[in-house]
């Protein structure tokens, strides 16, 4: 599984949940991130339809998957998880996958919905994409600047 993502073209991030994926692309430039869509996760058969839909209509050339890290630096067992559904992303996709520290995303993209004076389940609605968005944002300006990705294992 590849870290190296291409410098052109829709990336996608995912903001990884058992129950609920947050999905955040890229303009082609790879220049804006976006939020895109929450997706309730329906079984592998389901789960793999919707992705592979998701990568052809939105052109899709790499993923970054967050990658939940304990403040000590840790990784934790959501890492783990984290990391099993990045390996599965790319056998499923043959797409190269990366994987980035995701650490306050869901914190901050809580905090940006709580200002918008939104009701709790209008913010529910869009945490998990706008995390996404967070997350990608946040890939494309660290670790394209320093081009260090988190390690792959």
Do not use: C
Not at 2 to 7: D, Q
Not at 106 to 122: C, D, M, N, P, V
């Amino acid at each position: 599984m590849a870290s190296e993502l291409p410098r052109t073209g829709r990336l996608a991030a995912i903001d990884y949940g058992t129950v609920r994926l947050g999905v955040a692309i890229t303009d082609p430039e790879q220049r804006l991130a976006s939020p895109l869509e929450n997706y309730t996760r329906r079984g592998d058969d389901a789960d793999t339809r919707w992705l592979r839909n998701l990568i052809n209509v939105e052109r899709i050339v790499g993923i970054v998957v967050g990658l939940p890290i304990h403040m000590s630096g840790e990784e934790s067992q959501k890492s783990r998880e984290a990391r099993k559904f990045g390996q599965w992303l790319n056998e499923l996709t043959a797409l190269p996958v990366a994987f980035f520290d995701e650490r306050y995303t869901s914190a901050h993209a809580e905090a940006l919905l709580q200002g918008a004076e939104l009701t709790k389940k209008r913010r529910k609605e869009r945490l998990d994409k706008l995390a996404a968005q967070i997350l990608l944002t946040a890939y494309l300006e660290s670790s394209r600047a320093s081009d260090k990705p988190l390690p792959l294992d």
